[in-house]
């Protein structure tokens, strides 16, 4: 039977990236990976980041990443100065600004600040009753 066929989502994904971050770590290359997050449980994302910002991993690569799970705006796996934030505005342009440049963060708790709107860069959710429809 083919191996890959009998692994979960979050294994497959995990066997899909892992080079690329190993190139990130090992050999001084910039990989981005958009929804680092998808289809991996939260515990493995986590340690994943952790595996990523280790002061083990010896390295000038760099890794760019795209989260959506808003458990991973944590201080305890990622500095403040690792976050950066993406705002589409009205119109549709996008703004890029680190968490350092927001005024007033004073909070170690991340995820509730930005779940409040403190940061910005929140989804429009209005008429989401029409888009269902």
């Known amino acids: 039977m083919d191996f890959m066929a009998t692994q979960s989502e979050g ?3 995990i066997l899909e990236i892992a080079s690329f971050i190993s190139n990130a770590i090992n050999k001084n290359a910039v990989v ?13 994302t986590k340690e994943l980041i952790r595996t990523i910002h280790s002061s083990k991993a010896q390295h000038s690569g760099q890794l760019i990443y795209v989260i959506h799970d808003t458990n991973l705006v944590d201080p305890n796996i990622q500095r403040k100065d690792q976050l950066t934030f993406v705002e589409k ?31 910005g860069a929140l989804p429009f959710v209005d008429n989401y009753e029409t888009v269902i429809e």
């Open 11 to 13: 294994t497959k994904k």
């Open 32 to 44: 981005i990976i958009d929804e680092i997050d998808a289809r991996l449980h939260l515990k493995l």
């Open 89 to 119: 505005d009205k119109v549709g342009s996008s703004h890029i600004y680190a968490l350092p440049e927001v005024k007033g963060v004073s909070s170690d708790f991340y995820e509730r600040a930005y779940l409040l709107g403190k940061f």
